[in-house]
């Protein structure tokens, strides 16, 4: 049984820092498309970055680029979001999501289609 559990997540001024923490559990982080995503109520659920691990290679959001930086420890089987130069714009429920498919990841992240979510975590920016 897969299980991606977020947490975080929290109130903060804007310009503040957070760190997200995504823990899988009956799945190992290596090789496979590992991302972050968030959702804001009336609006759809938009990707704000994936990595991966295999190539080390990661995608941001241009709204999110120079902010938050993605990246996983597979020692602690965790994936991370640290967001930095919070915005109220950044208000959101973040999930995290994992896919073993084999597809692009650039690709599945673009699609959102992955395998495993997630039930997230909020993150409420104030001004």
């Known amino acids: 049984q897969v299980q991606l559990v977020e947490s975080g997540g929290g109130s903060v001024q804007a310009g503040g820092s957070l760190r997200l923490s995504c823990a899988a559990s009956?799945?190992?982080?290596?090789?496979?498309?590992i991302g972050w995503f968030r959702q804001a109520p009336g609006k759809e659920r938009e990707g704000v970055a994936a990595?991966?691990?295999?190539?080390?290679?990661?995608y941001y959001a241009d709204a999110v680029k120079g902010r938050f930086t993605i990246s996983q420890d597979n020692a602690k089987n965790t994936l991370y979001l640290q967001m930095d130069s919070l915005k109220p714009e950044d208000t959101a429920m973040y999930y995290c999501?994992?896919?073993?498919?084999?597809?692009?990841?650039?690709?599945?992240?673009?699609?959102?289609?992955?395998?495993?979510w997630g039930q997230g975590t909020q993150v409420s920016v104030s001004s």
């Open positions: 999501a994992a896919d073993s498919s084999g597809g692009d990841c650039y690709y599945v992240f673009l699609t959102r289609q992955f395998g495993y």
């Open positions: 009956g799945y190992t982080y290596s090789s496979d498309c």
């Open positions: 990595i991966y691990p295999g190539a080390y290679t990661t």
